[in-house]
């Protein structure tokens, strides 16, 4: 399984997943499953282009997180590329700052990534374009 905090202008994209029979509804980095020769990040770009008719760029893993046997979830850092979200698979879309990502109700298998997401987005923000270290010329 993957998915992917889609971060735009240090925003992150959260998807409320509505309840059914096998998961509790709640809020979600979105993404699914990899299918058989595709690899994470090409399952990413499918499944939001599927999901929110949208078009994303994969980043850096973020990190794993078992989610019951036989998965395990995996999440990417992104950028949206082209389009707006529309909801098909999800009841309600929020783009949440830093302060709000503790406001929602997280699915317990994304929680653990909310740290990790804080740094990462921090970490880019104090890294500008014309910052020598950026490129590696140190």
């Known amino acids: 399984m993957v998915g992917v905090a889609l971060i735009r202008d ?17 809020w979600e980095f ?23 008719g949208i078009e994303v760029a994969v980043g850096e893993l973020l990190g794993s997180q078992p989610m019951g046997e036989p998965y395990l979830l995996r999440v ?11 909801l098909h698979e999800h009841t309600a879309i929020r783009w949440l700052g830093i302060d709000d990502l503790y406001d929602v109700d997280w699915l317990s298998p994304d929680r653990p ?3 990790p997401l804080v740094r990462s987005i921090l970490r880019a923000s104090q890294t500008t374009p014309t910052d020598p ?3 590696g010329d140190e």
């Open 10 to 26: 240090g925003r992150v994209l959260a998807a409320l997943r509505p309840p059914s029979p096998r998961t509790p509804g709640g």
């Open 30 to 52: 979105p993404g699914g499953k990899v299918e058989p020769g595709e690899s994470d990040a090409q399952a990413v770009v499918r499944e939001l282009r599927e999901e929110l």
């Open 76 to 86: 990417y850092t992104g950028r949206l590329l082209a389009g707006d979200p529309v």
């Open 113 to 115: 990534f909310l740290e």
């Open 133 to 135: 270290s950026r490129f």
